[in-house]
């Protein structure tokens, strides 16, 4: 059925690194695609999204390349920062019956200075 | 401030109680959702509702109950809390298909059932 498999954290980076944080979904079709941000102690919020193949999403020094054909959506960022430390979540749109989002597992990400 | 707002934010309590969360946005939003997060960060809907409609109901006991007075509010009651209930409760909101759209999300509930 539908998924959204995402890469197993956690993840420790040293600041300035590079970040990729792997994303793959499977669906009838052609969703909508996000990446949610979870900072400790609150709720998620928005960090960019895509609505069609090849469109990439940006925001913040991050960004993700709707890939079609490979049905990914991995996120990217050239140099973390402490400020990054998070919980990422990929997410895509479900198109059937109630539009809703389907969630990947969560990846937690540590950035140390 | 514009926001998703819940009430409280801690939740402690024994099991076989009775108690609800409290869920507020005033950003104008049509749809409203209850997610639940699991002690591994897991995130699942559990309920939405557009315009006082209910629209999902995933595989939830029917011990939980969501109740929307009006388009601002949708609330959480849940009856005979087990210890398997206990996790962190997210409400959100959209503007529209939140399938496609932004949602919003309140900063949590943790529910410790004892």
């Known amino acids: 059925g539908d998924s959204v498999t995402q890469m197993e954290g956690p993840v420790t980076l040293s600041e300035e690194a590079f970040l990729t944080i792997n994303c793959t979904y499977t669906?009838?079709?052609?969703?909508?695609l996000f990446w949610y941000v979870q900072y400790p102690g609150e709720g998620l919020q928005l960090l960019l999204k895509a609505t069609k193949a090849d469109d990439k999403g940006s925001n913040k020094g991050f960004e993700a390349t709707y890939r079609k054909e490979t049905t990914s959506f991995h996120l990217e960022k050239g140099s973390v920062q402490v400020s990054d430390s998070a919980v990422y979540f990929c997410a895509r749109g479900v198109q059937t019956g109630a539009n809703n989002l389907f969630f990947g597992t969560g990846t937690r990400l540590t950035v140390i200075p | 401030d514009t926001a998703v707002s819940q009430t409280p934010k801690y939740l402690v309590t024994q099991m076989g109680n009775d108690k609800s969360i409290k869920c507020e946005q005033n950003l104008g939003h049509d749809t409203m959702y209850w997610y639940k997060q699991d002690s591994k960060k897991f995130l699942k809907i559990m309920f939405s509702?557009?315009?006082?409609?209910?629209?999902i109901n995933e595989t939830v006991p029917n011990r939980f109950s969501p109740k929307s007075p009006d388009k601002a509010h949708l609330n959480l009651h849940i009856n005979s809390l087990e210890l398997g209930d206990s996790a962190v409760y997210f409400c959100?909101?959209?503007?529209?298909?939140?399938?496609?759209?932004?949602?919003?999300f309140g900063p949590g509930t943790r529910l410790t059932v004892l």
């Open positions: 959100a909101s959209s503007q529209g298909a939140g399938g496609l759209n932004e949602q919003f």
């Open positions: 509702y557009n315009n006082k409609e209910l629209i």
């Open positions: 669906a009838t079709g052609y969703p909508s």
